[in-house]
């Protein structure tokens, strides 16, 4: 699948992408089901935290982070985030995973 192309139908409510439409309604077990969608595998504690403070930098500046204020803030390698913990890339995974809308201009 093309990263232009929209991801099968999400059993969770959000665009043809799978983002979010009301970020009010995100949940553990949203995260988990768009996770297995993506490809993302299994969550580790390392998702997590990555995911919870792309949830929060969200709720304190309404926009998401950039990768490398994630990367220094959670100890890790941009590269580490985007290629490992989210092949399917970091917009399309820690955005979508934390609840956040699709940012504009972007898949």
Known sequence: MSSKEPMETPAVEGDP???????????????EELARRNKVGELTDTHWKIIHFVHEYYLQNGTGPPVVKIA??????S?????KLFPCGFVR???LLAGLP??????
């Open 72 to 77: 220094k803030s959670c100890g890790l390698t």
């Open 93 to 95: 995974g820690a955005y």
């Open 102 to 107: 699709r940012p504009a201009g972007c898949i």
């Open 17 to 31: 992408f799978g983002f979010s439409l009301e970020f009010k309604d995100w949940s553990r077990e949203k995260v």
């Open 79 to 83: 590269d580490e985030i985007c290629g």
